[in-house]
């Protein structure tokens, strides 16, 4: 798809964050989600790796000649420089940076940078401007506050698992890190509200604490005040929803899926001509939102036998001419080939040396018209800028790297 993230027309422009430093002192999914998307919009990102090893992710999953793939992804536009917090070196590392950065990202245990020595009234001593991004399973306070948390916790304790699958069955956990996309993408915003307060109430920075169930906790919609108001528990239900119907995934003839949905009674009359079922909006038990809900099973069998009488092209240029809400259930090659992902440009191409080629992957989410966001690199080689940012930045000597094992 796209190789140059589509901005060819904005050559030499200032990126959005361009001269907002970060340093990311994080391992895993959540908080260096959120530094990327920082990264994403031009924010100068150092992420600071345990020396020999490096970050847990590059371990994670599917690899290449020994390289991570998922790395690659997650940490695009950073540094890679090496040091072992829980060392005097490496503590001296974090405090020389601190000086000169806007924002700290970090996702320990509660307690471990203070016993480290590193904690926000350290470091802010150094810095009073410096916004402290802290993301933990159950946040900074609370009496789980202890325990070791991971985005598949949060998404059994937010409420997430407990209404996906099917009835009869047991919870189901998302088929990828929901819990921790979404807490770097909550993470990514927060630092920015922190950063604007900053620069509106006098220049003093501060501390966001996040937990990783708390952002799932919100996007599950209504339960919370349905529950409060009226006493209701929202069940697993498969692929439907509780407030529209509706609302599934149905196989074609030629065994392909798609996803329908009747959000609003003109969409459902459109998908009802459009499968030439029309007598199925007139029908009494279908004939507005309530009333379908509470015939969703039915409703379900006379739409699969409908549009089992279809293969999928026909069905999706079909239902399309006549203005009908479908889409295929797509798998991810399927999303190389589509025009609408071609067209948007949602797939990069990147150089990458250690690979030896170009490593495609999701680009930038959203195209400001003036200042959008780029993938000026993958994730680095462990310790690739060591000499830039420890000896030529922060004045260390190759010997005092040398003898804590971090090679320049």
């Known amino acids: 798809m796209s190789d140059s993230n589509g901005d060819t027309a904005f050559a030499g422009k200032r990126m959005p964050l361009e001269g907002v430093?970060?340093?990311?002192?994080?391992?895993?999914?959540?908080?260096?989600?959120?530094?990327?998307?920082?990264?994403?919009?031009?924010?100068?990102?150092?992420?600071?790796?345990?020396?020999?090893?490096?970050?847990e992710m590059r371990y994670w999953g599917n690899s290449k000649n020994g390289v991570g793939l998922y790395y690659k992804v997650v940490n695009r536009n950073k540094k890679s420089v090496c040091a072992d917090l829980r060392?005097?070196?490496?503590?001296?590392?974090?405090?020389?940076?601190?000086?000169?950065?806007?924002?700290v990202v970090e996702n320990y245990r509660t307690g471990t940078l203070e016993k480290?020595?590193?904690?926000?009234?350290?470091?802010?001593?150094?810095?009073?401007?410096?916004?402290?991004?802290?993301?933990?399973?159950?946040?900074?306070t609370g009496p789980n506050r202890n325990?070791?948390?991971?985005g598949t916790l949060a998404e059994a304790f937010s409420g997430l698992a407990y209404i996906t699958g099917h009835p009869d069955r047991p919870p189901l956990l998302p088929g990828f890190g929901l819990g921790d996309a979404s807490t770097g993408l909550m993470g990514a915003f927060l630092t920015m509200v922190a950063l604007h307060e900053k620069?509106?109430?006098?220049?003093?920075?501060?501390?966001?604490?996040?937990?990783?169930?708390?952002?799932?906790?919100?996007?599950?919609?209504?339960?919370?005040?349905?529950?409060?108001?009226?006493?209701?528990?929202?069940?697993?239900?498969?692929?439907?929803?509780?407030?529209?119907?509706?609302?599934?995934?149905?196989?074609?003839?030629?065994?392909?899926?798609?996803?329908?949905?009747?959000?609003?009674?003109?969409?459902?009359?459109?998908?009802?001509?459009?499968?030439?079922?029309?007598?199925?909006a007139n029908d009494p038990r279908?004939?507005?939102?309530?009333?379908?809900?509470?015939?969703?099973?039915e409703l379900d069998v006379h739409l699969q036998k409908a549009i089992s009488n279809f293969d999928l092209d026909d069905l999706l240029s079909r239902l399309v001419s006549f203005e009908a809400a479908v889409a295929p259930a797509y798998s991810v090659a399927e999303t190389f080939d589509d025009p609408q992902f071609i067209a948007r440009e949602n797939v990069a191409s990147i150089p990458d040396e250690e690979l030896g080629g170009p490593l495609r992957m999701q680009n930038v989410v959203g195209k400001l018209s003036a200042t959008p966001g780029k993938i000026r690199s993958t994730g680095p080689r462990l310790g690739e800028h060591n000499r830039e940012v420890l000896i030529d930045q922060l004045g260390f000597s190759e010997d005092e790297l040398r003898a804590a094992q971090i090679v320049v």
């Not at 004939?287 to 015939?295: A, F, I, K, Q, T």
């Open 21 to 55: 430093r970060v340093l990311d002192i994080s391992n895993y999914l959540a908080a260096p989600t959120a530094s990327m998307f920082l990264g994403d919009y031009g924010a100068d990102v150092v992420k600071i790796e345990r020396p020999g090893h490096g970050d």
């Open 199 to 280: 620069k509106v109430n006098g220049g003093k920075g501060q501390v966001i604490d996040l937990a990783l169930y708390e952002t799932l906790y919100t996007l599950l919609g209504p339960q919370v005040v349905n529950y409060d108001q009226l006493g209701i528990i929202q069940q697993r239900e498969g692929s439907r929803l509780p407030f529209t119907a509706p609302r599934n995934t149905y196989e074609t003839r030629d065994g392909k899926f798609v996803a329908i949905a009747g959000s609003t009674q003109s969409i459902f009359e459109r998908l009802c001509a459009a499968l030439d079922v029309p007598d199925l």
């Open 116 to 140: 480290w020595g590193l904690d926000y009234d350290v470091l802010s001593a150094i810095n009073p401007g410096l916004v402290m991004l802290r993301i933990t399973g159950y946040g900074q």
């Open 286 to 297: 279908f004939s507005d939102n309530r009333v379908r809900l509470e015939n969703a099973t």
């Open 147 to 150: 325990r070791p948390g991971f």
């Open 87 to 103: 060392t005097p070196l490496g503590v001296e590392i974090v405090k020389r940076l601190v000086k000169d950065v806007d924002i």
